[in-house]
């Protein structure tokens, strides 16, 4: 069964810090392309950071360049968000993505509440 879990959300203050935490199984994560993705009230889906199937190119949006790092470990078949410096326009709820050719899968998302 394939499937995508978020985890590490919660309520951080400003200026703080926090690692998302997505888990594959079903498949392995390095053959598709991953993906964060955000998701705040009252707006759009907005993409986060990506990085390609095996690793070779990572891209970031301009809001999150500097503060969030995208990163995945083969042994435990996880993608990871750490996010620094978190602001409170970055309170939104985070889904992980994956996508291969013309197979894709949401994870359910995770809270990400930063305010004082």
């Known amino acids: 069964q394939v499937q995508l879990v978020e985890s590490g959300g919660g309520l951080v203050q400003p200026g703080g810090s926090l690692r998302l935490s997505c888990a594959a199984s079903?498949?392995?994560?390095?053959?598709?392309?991953m993906s964060w993705y955000r998701q705040a009230p009252g707006k759009e889906r907005e993409l986060v950071a990506r990085?390609?199937?095996?690793?070779?190119?990572?891209d970031y949006a301009d809001s999150v360049k500097g503060r969030f790092t995208i990163s995945g470990d083969d042994a435990k078949n996880t993608v990871y968000l750490q996010m620094n410096s978190l602001k409170p326009e970055d309170t939104a709820v985070y889904y992980c993505y994956a996508r291969r050719f013309a197979s894709s899968y949401w994870g359910q998302g995770t809270q990400v509440t930063v305010s004082s």
């Open positions: 990085i390609s199937a095996g690793g070779g190119s990572i």
């Open positions: 079903g498949f392995f994560f390095r053959i598709y392309a």
